[in-house]
T-cell receptor
Framework: NAGVTQTPKFQVLKTGQSMTLQCAQDMNHEYMSWYRQDPGMGLRLIHY???????DQGEVPNGYNVSRSTTEDFPLRLLSAAPSQTSVYFC???????????????FGQGTRLTVV | GIQVEQSPPDLILQEGANSTLRCNFS?????LQWFHQNPWGQLINLFYIPSGTKQNGRLSATTVATERYSLLYISSSQTTDSGVYFCAGPISSGSARQLTFGSGTQLTVLP
C-alpha cells in the first residue's frame, strides 16, 4: 500500500517557468489537499478538494492552480514560478473532509522546490 | 479559525530522558493529530487522538478536548526521536476542511 505519493522529490525552476507537482493516493480517500512549509511559518494550506471535480482555496492559493479529475490524483500547478514559491510542498489525503468522522490525514514525502 | 500553540518551541534532551510536549487550541476540536517531521523532512503520523489517551511504544498522547489541549509524552528518548513535532487540528467553524498546524517543537536528543 503506497499511501500518498508525491513527485518529484526535488525541483529547481527558473523564475517564470511553469510546472506541475504530482500527488496520487491509493486509499480511495475523498479529501486531498496541498500545503507549503516555510521556515517559521509552519504548514499552510494552499488548495483542497473534497472529491473528484470539487476544489477550493485554502490560506495561500495565489499563484497555484489545482484540479481533481479522479479520486486518486490531485496535481498542483505553478503557473509562473516566483522566488517566493521556494518552499517544501506536501500533499495530504484523508478519508473524508467531514471532521465529524474519523479523518486522520496522511502526508506524502514532500517536494522541495527552489525557484531561482 | 482556531489558533494552535505548541510549547516548548525548542527542547534539548540527553538520551534516555523523558519529555512532555504541549499543544493548546483556541477553540474546541474534535479531531487532533500529532506528527513527527524527521531530519529528512518526512511527516510521520504519530497519533490520531481527538480525545483520551493512546500509547505506541515509548510514545503516548493525551487529549483533553473540553480543556483544549493535548500532550505528547516521549519516554526514554533516543537520538532517532530528534526532529520537529507538530500537532494539528481542524478549523471548527466555517470551512471544516482545513487542518491547522502549530509551529512545532524542535527536539534534539543528544547521545
Amino acid at each position: 500500500n503506497a499511501g500518498v505519493t508525491q513527485t518529484p522529490k526535488f525541483q529547481v525552476l527558473k523564475t517564470g517557468q511553469s510546472m506541475t507537482l504530482q500527488c496520487a493516493q491509493d486509499m480511495n480517500h475523498e479529501y486531498m489537499s496541498w500545503y507549503r512549509q516555510d521556515p517559521g511559518m509552519g504548514l499552510r494550506l494552499i488548495h483542497y478538494s473534497v472529491g473528484a471535480g470539487i476544489t477550493d482555496q485554502g490560506e495561500v492559493p495565489n499563484g497555484y492552480n489545482v484540479s481533481r479529475s479522479t479520486t486518486e490524483d490531485f496535481p498542483l500547478r505553478l503557473l509562473s514560478a516566483a522566488p517566493s514559491q521556494t518552499s517544501v510542498y506536501f500533499c495530504a489525503s484523508s478519508r473524508t473532509g467531514s471532521w465529524a468522522l474519523n479523518t486522520e490525514a496522511f502526508f506524502g514525502q514532500g517536494t522541495r522546490l527552489t525557484v531561482v | 479559525g482556531i489558533q494552535v500553540e505548541q510549547s516548548p518551541p525548542d527542547l534539548i534532551l540527553q538520551e534516555g530522558a523523558n519529555s512532555t510536549l504541549r499543544c493548546n487550541f483556541s477553540d474546541s476540536v474534535n479531531n487532533l493529530q500529532w506528527f513527527h517531521q524527521n531530519p529528512w523532512g518526512q511527516l510521520i503520523n504519530l497519533f490520531y487522538i481527538p480525545s483520551g489517551t493512546k500509547q505506541n511504544g515509548r510514545l503516548s498522547a493525551t487529549t483533553v478536548a473540553t480543556e483544549r489541549y493535548s500532550l505528547l509524552y516521549i519516554s526514554s528518548s533516543q537520538t532517532t526521536d530528534s526532529g520537529v513535532y507538530f500537532c494539528a487540528g481542524p478549523i471548527s467553524s466555517g470551512s471544516a476542511r482545513q487542518l491547522t498546524f502549530g509551529s512545532g517543537t524542535q527536539l534534539t536528543v543528544l547521545p
